[in-house]
């Protein structure tokens, strides 16, 4: 490993551990088994949609509809999948296909992902309304129980945490179809000459962002325990600040799922502390803002730093 | 044709290939057997890459047949490529962008057979390297990824290796690890294997060439033995008469006053042509960058610059791939050329139509995108863009990478009249024949300057001399 | 036990018993910390019940009543962030966490970690459905359904109505909604020809029926929901038509208008809304159940009426911008809580 590619991960550890330290600094009370579920449950819904994001930018895309996607997949959990499970999941197969073939439109199309994605998340918004006006339904019992579980030793968000980026990391960063996924975004064109169809892999990726996205609302809805139409409408902008503060960038295929992971528990977390801080809601965006400016500027001294030497 | 028994590994019938109305290869017949080590050679837009793309298994034919010895697909019947343009995923390590052009790598511990194979590939072929699997490749020197791209072509990836295309393989290195490379070459097709062997570099041709190919408007126009050939008579099979440099430094000039003057000792006098040399790597390009961005400011982009900046990579550093060749001359002249923050676009038009025919870009309309035009004109756009403005100093960065010897000649003389209407200019470049142009020369080496060389003092020997120097001492 | 609920029953009538009902419980939850999870701040709604939560709050801090009061705003108005907000709130140690909730249902999840970890949740305004917390539920419905009913009292012949919607998919928009089409069925005299959202804004709603108007035939009554009233009026004068009889919200700028036209042309109608003060009342609850007084797990809030009576009152105590507001006392409190019994 070269220093650079390992400083690409300690930066968001770091700012995690900063952040953490200062939020028990606040509240002693964070610092216990109890503390960190109230602190983190919350951030493993978005932890997965900030996975899903990376594997859209991942191939050099970006995708604007994730929020509604994952209020539409919370809104087919809370209805479809509790009434006839087995239908649910028809439909939560279907909406996983339907991004693989919108990433497959988007590189047969050459059209532009953030247009896309921006005229479907109107798509999905709408379906959502459809399947649930008005706010409501229920969490599938064992979905409930899966959320709320209390394993020995770490809380649930931090296993889950953890779970989930071991699984990402090996299926992106370890194996061969991963690999080959981040060659897309690194450089489609040698990708499509070593013989490899680069529509079916933007159709991998979207689809796997499809699974994460479905995961995403799925789990959100275990810890909410009902859904509605514009649940996770923030995850959008949420999970592509994850990603950067992860450690991803936009264009070139850098991405880190341990990073992605590490940054939506960072966003989490720096909204809490900022409420700790007890700072009036007028400048919590604004705290909110500062703090992601802060990391990147971090990141960028040390990128410069690193090329330096 | 030949006098070649052996079976041919890939054989093109009368091929041809059309893009719309533009007949980029117009009926060649070609075949290449093992042992065989072919030169391909022609000017830019000549239809070499379409050949390319055709024996690769890139581009279907428009008409006539493309046949392997297999029977079945390029791949199949063991063709490699490595590519003008740097083709690496940037964000993968080295022994991933072997992953990617290799399926056969699977398994939960891929990744130790990857590092060992191109390793091993980058032992043969250049020894002593230093390049470690592991590292990223954007963290590798445009040289290194060279060398990764080459190694990767040789390397067996689960099947055998039967015909690499080497496509300018050695624009980006220097002369020892392009002579590792040429050895290579030959060592590869004494044992079996092919080889079509694509630079600009005639010497290089002839020193590891079995036969050579000579595509001039998309047809062979000679192929014999590398012996039946002359530097000369393949100059001028190529349809292009050098011009006699021997006269070509204008000694006795007067410059003006000095225009240029960095901490390094680096100067340069108005109208003067300074050239940059040593070995690729050792702090040329550096310098010059930190020059530009010394007289330039990120903040004003003021309506005159004081300098501008020739990239020699010109996929990073240089074309806006979404624009069109105007656009893509214009763009560094729009604060002169423009009225009240408006585009003035009548004389945007008639500046690119100047530097059109002036520079000889080979394109029927200068609204078409810059991706339709070959890698070697491309690059005389970013000359015209540098050249259109109005900037007393004009920085090259090794810009004639890929270019034809026709236009290189062209260049030389364009650049010689702006430096005598009193432009200066500071040119780095690797090849020694260019360097030998300059007025001056600053030879670098480990990023000092080892040597300061001017006039008739301007000699291939003194040059390597200089650079070499400080290697024999140690 | 019973002598208390007795004397609790009584209290709004015998003020002497209840402030000493109020006296006896005041000194129990002295140590008591009590937060406000707002989900938004963003129209002269929200802004005047903070306002009435933060007199209220210090005033009961300043009594000893209660420990502590705050409020607390999420940034952006999405129920995730909301959950996220009540989970801090817990971990700080709060004993009752008052909630005007951006979704009744996306909350259960946090509103059910608080009452797990032994904390009081009282919902009101924008409710919650989880079954541990309390809801002080405002009967919306009802509000739809009162305002079909003026218009029958003054219009007997019935005519085309115009209805001006809220948020589009936010429940109080389908609730209030729901009402007045129930109204409109019990009073067929009437009918709605159009239908329009004004995201109960005025410069919302005035954009919005300026876009219908043309293509709508004679209107004689516009229903509303509350702060888009002055923005139709606005509209129906630019268009050149007469003004309708236009229920409204309480907001001072149509309390305002209706005076204007009361003088000018003796204009007459209702002003009917929800009275940001609802917090406080929210407030008084959680302190008495965190007295350890047995409440009912749905209360109801009254509506504040302003008619032609009582609004020039209405108006003198109505900051500019601002919404006509009452601050509810415990007492009222205690009565709402007696009632619901």
């Known amino acids: ?309 | 044709m030949n006098d070649h028994e052996r079976a041919p590994l890939v054989s093109l019938t009368d091929a041809a290939r059309y893009f719309g109305p533009v007949r980029a290869l117009d009926g060649v017949t070609l075949s290449v057997a093992q042992g065989d080590c072919v030169g391909l050679v022609g000017h830019n837009g000549a239809g070499k890459s379409t050949l390319v793309n055709l024996v690769n298994g890139g581009l279907a034919p428009s008409s006539g047949t493309v046949g392997f010895a297999t029977g079945g697909s390029a791949l199949e019947a063991g063709v490699r490529s490595v590519f003008q343009e740097l083709s690496l995923c940037p964000n993968l390590t080295v022994a991933e962008n072997l992953r990617i052009s290799h399926s056969a790598l699977k398994g939960p511990n891929w990744r130790r057979p990857a590092r060992a194979e191109i390793g091993q590939s980058l032992d043969t072929i250049f020894p002593g390297h230093g390049i470690d699997p592991n590292a990223e490749v954007d963290t590798l020197s445009i040289a290194e990824r060279q060398m990764v791209e080459i190694a990767i072509g040789f390397a067996p990836r689960g099947s055998e290796t039967r015909l690499v295309i080497l496509d300018e393989p050695t624009s980006s290195l220097d002369a020892g690890i392009a002579n590792q490379l040429l050895a290579h070459v030959s060592r590869f097709c004494a044992s079996g294997g092919a080889v079509i062997f694509i630079s600009h570099m005639l010497g290089e041709v002839f020193q590891v060439a079995t036969r050579i190919v000579v595509l001039k408007d998309g047809k062979v126009v000679a192929e014999r033995p590398v012996e039946d050939f002359t530097r000369q008579g393949l100059v001028d099979a190529m349809g292009h008469v050098t011009a006699d440099t021997a006269d070509a430094t204008g000694t006795g000039r007067d410059f003006g006053t000095e225009v240029v003057r960095t901490d390094q000792g680096l100067t340069a006098r108005k109208g003067e042509i300074v050239g940059l040399s040593g070995l690729a790597g050792h702090g040329q390009a550096a310098a010059l960058a930190r020059l530009y961005l010394s007289r330039s400011s990120a903040w004003r982009a003021g309506k005159a610059p004081e300098v501008v900046f020739v990239a020699g990579d010109r996929q990073r550093d240089g074309v806006l791939p979404l624009w069109s060749i105007l656009r893509n001359i214009s763009v560094s002249i729009l604060p002169q050329g423009s009225r009240r923050g408006l585009v003035d676009r009548e004389g945007e038009a008639r500046v690119a139509q100047d530097w059109k025919t002036r520079i000889g870009i080979r394109t029927d309309d200068v609204a078409n995108p810059i991706l339709s035009l070959s890698g070697g004109n491309q690059q005389k756009v970013l000359f015209a863009r540098a050249l259109a403005s109005s900037a007393p100093v004009v920085i090259m960065d090794d810009p004639m990478r890929g270019v034809d010897v026709g236009t290189k000649q062209d260049v030389y003389a364009m650049i010689r009249a702006e430096a005598a209407r009193g432009r200066t200019f500071l040119w780095y470049s690797t090849e020694t024949e260019e360097v030998c142009q300059c007025d001056r020369v600053f030879v670098f080496r480990n990023h000092e300057i080892s040597a300061e060389l001017t006039g008739s003092a301007i000699t291939e020997e003194k040059i390597l001399e200089a650079s070499f120097e400080m290697q024999e001492a140690s | 036990m019973t002598l208390s609920k007795m004397l609790l029953s009584a209290a709004g009538l015998a003020l002497a018993a209840g402030l000493a009902q109020a006296e006896s419980h005041m000194s129990e939850t002295a140590d008591k910390r009590i937060a406000l999870s707002n989900n938004y701040a963003g129209n002269s709604w929200r802004q005047a019940m903070l306002q009435t939560w933060q007199e209220i709050g210090a005033q009961a801090v300043t009594d000893g009543i209660v420990a502590a009061a705050d409020a607390y705003t999420t940034s952006e108005n999405q129920p995730t962030e909301q959950a996220a907000q009540i989970q801090n709130l817990i971990l700080q140690g709060y004993d009752a966490i008052v909630l005007n909730a951006a979704s009744p249902t996306a909350l259960n999840g946090a509103v059910k970690e608080a009452c797990d970890a032994g904390v009081i949740v009282v919902s009101f305004d924008g409710i919650v459905t989880e079954p541990c917390a309390w809801r002080i539920a405002v009967d919306f419905a009802a509000m739809g359904r009162e305002e079909v009913d003026y218009l029958a009292s003054r219009l007997p012949d019935g005519g085309n109505l115009l209805e001006i919607r809220g948020l589009a998919g936010v429940f109080v928009d389908d609730e209030i909604s729901k009402g007045i089409h129930d109204g409109v069925e019990v009073h067929d005299q009437f009918k709605i020809v159009g239908s329009v959202h004004g995201d109960w804004a005025q410069d919302v709603s005035q954009k919005a029926v300026a876009g219908i108007l043309p293509s709508l035939p004679d209107v004689v009554g516009v229903v509303t929901q509350g702060g888009d009233g002055y923005g139709a009026a606005q509209a129906f004068k630019a268009a050149g038509r007469d003004t309708p009889l236009i229920v409204l919200g309480n907001r001072q700028d149509e309390l305002q208008w209706w005076a204007d036209q009361r003088d000018a042309t003796g204009y007459e109608t209702l002003s009917l809304s929800i009275a940001p003060g609802v917090a406080s009342l929210a407030l008084w609850v959680a302190q008495q159940i965190l007295a350890g007084e047995e409440v009912p797990k749905d209360l109801t809030v009254p509506f504040l009426k302003i008619t032609q009576d009582n609004l020039d009152d209405a108006l003198a105590t109505t900051p500019e911008g601002s919404v006509a507001n009452v601050t509810y006392s415990l007492e009222v409190a205690q009565q709402v809580i007696s009632d619901a019994k």
């Open chain 1, 1 to 309: 490993m070269t220093f650079l590619a390992r400083h690409r991960i300690i930066l968001p550890v770091v700012s995690l551990a900063v952040l953490l330290a200062a939020t028990f600094y606040m509240q002693p009370r964070a610092m216990s088994y109890f503390g960190l579920n109230l602190l983190f449950n919350l951030a493993v819904p978005i932890a997965l949609a900030t996975i899903a994001q990376m594997m859209i930018i991942m191939v050099n895309d970006i995708d604007l509809s994730l929020g509604a996607f994952v209020s539409l997949a919370a809104c087919v959990t809370a209805t479809f999948l509790n009434d006839a499970p087995m239908l649910g999941l028809l439909i939560l197969l279907a909406l996983i296909l339907s991004y693989a073939l919108l990433g497959a439109v988007i590189h047969a199309l050459e059209l532009p992902a953030i247009v896309v994605t921006l005229g479907m998340s109107f798509v999905w918004g709408g379906i959502a309304l459809f399947i649930l006006p008005s706010p409501g339904g229920a969490a599938p019992g064992w979905l409930r129980t899966l959320m709320t579980v209390k394993p020995p030793f770490a809380p649930m968000a931090v296993v889950a945490a953890v779970i989930i980026a071991a699984v990402t990391h090996l299926l992106i960063m370890r194996s061969g179809i991963g690999t080959v996924l981040r060659g897309v975004g690194g450089n489609a064109r040698s990708v499509a000459r070593a013989g490899w169809s680069v529509i079916r892999l933007k159709a991998l990726a979207y689809g796997l962002a499809g699974l994460f996205g479905v995961l995403a609302g799925m789990a959100l809805v275990g810890l909410a325990t009902s859904a509605d139409a514009n649940i996770a409408l923030r995850y959008t902008l949420l999970s592509i600040a994850g990603v950067i503060l992860g450690g991803g960038e936009f264009t070139g295929g850098k991405v880190s799922p341990t990073g992605a992971v590490i940054g939506a528990f960072t966003l989490t977390l720096a909204a809490s502390f900022l409420s700790f801080m007890r700072l009036s809601p007028d400048w919590q965006i604004g705290a909110q803002g500062a703090i992601l400016i802060l990391v990147l500027t971090a990141r960028l001294i040390f990128r410069q730093k690193g090329s330096e030497a």
